[in-house]
């Protein structure tokens, strides 16, 4: 049921990742570039609302905050954003734009996709020589816990409320500078 479930909300995910046009690395780039903020208006928008609908679920009970995790700090956590920006930019792909332009048949996500799972392979084969480095050492104070107090949800709905209206009202693009 759980593989069913998966691949349902996998393919609604995809679905809506399309029709907003994060599949597009027109549309990627140009955000990327402050050119065209339609994307970064529809993300800032799906992060306040889902935010709100979180906090909101976790405060009537839907939703069990046990099953909330947040990554440690760490300097590798660090060092893989800058690498998963990196790759973004210059490839106007992430990881799940590009599964679902692999999946629409796009040949430039082949490479994408096989280089992600390469460069996952590489990762977990040095992790051990990583780990002496010290790159998954705690930094700024490693592990950070919620707690759960109303005037947290209600900041953190507020947030989410800030995210949507940013959203709503934050122009379409700047424009080209030169």
Same mark, same amino acid.
């Given at each position: 049921?759980?593989?069913?479930?998966?691949?349902?909300?996998?393919t609604?995910?995809?679905?809506?990742?399309?029709?907003?046009?994060?599949?597009?690395?027109?549309?990627?780039?140009?955000?990327?570039?402050?050119?065209?903020?339609?994307?970064?208006?529809t993300?800032?928008?799906?992060?306040?609302?889902?935010?709100?609908?979180?906090?909101?679920?976790?405060?009537?009970g839907?939703?069990d905050?046990?099953?909330?995790?947040?990554?440690?700090?760490?300097?590798?956590?660090?060092?893989?954003?800058?690498?998963l920006?990196?790759?973004?930019a210059?490839?106007?792909?992430?990881?799940?734009? /590009?599964?679902?332009?692999? %999946?629409? =048949?796009?040949r430039? *996500?082949?490479?994408?996709?096989?280089g $992600? @799972?390469?460069?996952? +392979?590489?990762?977990t084969l040095?992790?051990?020589?990583?780990?002496?480095?010290?790159?998954?050492?705690?930094?700024?104070?490693?592990?950070t816990?919620?707690?759960?107090?109303?005037?947290?949800?209600l /900041?953190?709905?507020?947030? %989410?409320l =800030?995210?949507?209206? *940013?959203?709503?009202?934050?122009?379409? $693009? @700047?424009?080209?500078? +030169?």
């Amino acid at each position: 049921m759980e593989l069913i479930l998966a691949v349902v909300l996998g393919t609604l995910f995809g679905y809506v990742l399309t029709r907003v046009g994060a599949t597009s690395k027109e549309k990627i780039i140009g955000m990327l570039t402050l050119t065209d903020l339609h994307l970064a208006k529809t993300i800032f928008t799906a992060i306040g609302l889902g935010s709100v609908l979180l906090w909101v679920g976790i405060a009537t009970g839907v939703v069990d905050a046990g099953h909330l995790s947040i990554k440690s700090m760490t300097l590798g956590v660090v060092v893989g954003g800058a690498l998963l920006g990196l790759g973004w930019a210059m490839s106007g792909m992430c990881p799940g734009t /590009a599964v679902t332009r692999l %999946g629409a =048949g796009k040949r430039d *996500a082949v490479a994408f996709v096989i280089g $992600g @799972l390469l460069g996952a +392979g590489a990762l977990t084969l040095s992790y051990p020589l990583f780990e002496q480095l010290g790159l998954f050492a705690p930094v700024l104070g490693g592990k950070t816990y919620l707690a759960f107090t109303p005037l947290l949800m209600l /900041a953190a709905v507020a947030i %989410g409320l =800030g995210f949507m209206l *940013a959203g709503r009202y934050l122009p379409s $693009g @700047l424009r080209r500078l +030169g």
